[in-house]
Structures are given as structure tokens and as C-alpha cells.
């Protein structure tokens, strides 16, 4: 369901977010596509809220950044590691790790929606086949 991130175009000049700017992005675009992939899906609104609310937590995200490694560039493992870098304790009742490692893969989304949405649009798809195959 991430048919509509190719048509998105990449900036023309890079924009200066910083790594947590890029993570709010992100977060944003995440939840977009998790909102998408369930709306084409019969259901009670309260059901796919709590479905999206499940997919856009710190240990989804981290779950779904651990599928994607292996295909990383080196790139996009750089926007991982600014964004785990610059992430802050958390929540109190979380896990920091859990939590730089979720800020990590939402500035990775972020700048690849700013820079290459369709190499998103790729990895997006890869987690979906995943999924089919568990």
C-alpha cells in the first residue's frame, strides 16, 4: 500500500532538518502508510485505531527497521544512526534503546520522503512481503 509514495517528488535542494525534525516527519509518513494499508480493510473505526496505534509504537517500529537492515544503503543506515543518536530518553515507561532505535528508523522514513520517496516507497513494499511471508 505504498502506491502513493512514488508519485511524491523529491525536493529539488535538500531541506536542513535536523535528525529530530526528520523523526517527526517520519512518524507522520509511518502512521500515513499504516492508516493506508488498513483502510481498504472492512472494520469498526475503534478496530483500526487500535490496529494503526499497534503498528506506530517504538517496538513495531524497531521490529520492522530490524527487517529492513539487510537492505539498507549506507545512506539511510547514516539517517538511522543521527536519528538514534539524538534521541532523548524516552517515555518514562519505556526502554531507551527501544526508543533511539524507533527515532532512528522515523528519521530514515523522513528523509526518504524528502529525498527519494520511491526508494521508500521500495523498502515500505519489502516490509509488506515480509509480512505475507510469516
Not at 17 to 46: I, M, N, T
Not at 99 to 104: R, W
Not at 105 to 112: P, Q, S, Y
Request: aromatic fraction near 6%; hydrophobic fraction near 40%.
Amino acid at each position: 500500500m505504498s502506491d502513493w509514495l512514488p508519485v511524491q517528488r523529491p525536493i529539488d535542494s535538500p531541506v536542513d532538518l535536523g535528525p529530530l525534525q526528520l523523526a517527526w516527519l517520519g512518524d507522520s509518513v509511518w502512521e500515513l502508510h499504516q492508516r493506508l494499508r488498513r483502510c481498504r480493510k472492512a472494520g469498526r473505526a475503534a478496530d483500526l485505531h487500535l490496529s494503526v496505534v499497534s503498528a506506530v509504537k517504538a517496538p513495531a517500529q524497531v521490529e520492522a527497521l530490524k527487517r529492513l537492515e539487510p537492505f539498507l544503503t549506507a545512506s539511510e543506515m547514516d539517517q538511522v544512526r543521527k536519528g538514534r543518536n539524538k534521541a532523548g530518553q524516552g517515555p518514562r515507561k519505556g526502554e531507551a534503546a527501544i526508543y533511539g532505535k524507533a527515532t532512528g528508523f522515523e528519521t530514515m522514513v523522513g528523509w526518504l520522503f524528502l529525498n527519494n520517496p520511491a526508494r521508500l516507497a521500495q523498502l515500505l513494499d519489502r516490509l509488506e512481503e515480509a509480512e505475507t511471508d510469516l
